[in-house]
């Protein structure tokens, strides 16, 4: 019990105190987690969960589009967007139709969005600490 009460205590802090590039990273980090357990209860026909784990995916999308400010951001802010207007559109459709092969084209470039955002992480970071 104390150990579950530690955990979730220890989770919202983290969350709490992140900066908004840590909270980025734990968006993307959500999205992989959450699209992945998504496609396996497809997988196990268990729709409710995959449902759930679809629109959890889609939600952190919406929140990336929202928070993404393409006016400073230019030309790569721009193709970003697209990026995620199609990772929303495809989620849309695999689960409409529970369909794995959607899901398995996009979970690479979920990845990739993962990846993109955590090595401008990392290359902020250096900056940082180089000044």
Known sequence: MYTA??????KTNSINYASKDQL????VDGAVKFVKIGRQAVIDKDI?????NIIKTQNIFYELIATLDVSRAGDWG???MSVYDFIVRRLIDANMKKDIAILDEIIPLIEN???TWEQAYKISKIGTIKK
């Open 5 to 10: 009460n530690a955990y979730s205590t220890y």
């Open 24 to 27: 980025l990273l734990m968006l």
């Open 113 to 115: 969005v993962k990846d």
């Open 78 to 80: 721009q193709s970003l």
């Open 48 to 52: 409710k969960k995959a449902h759930e």
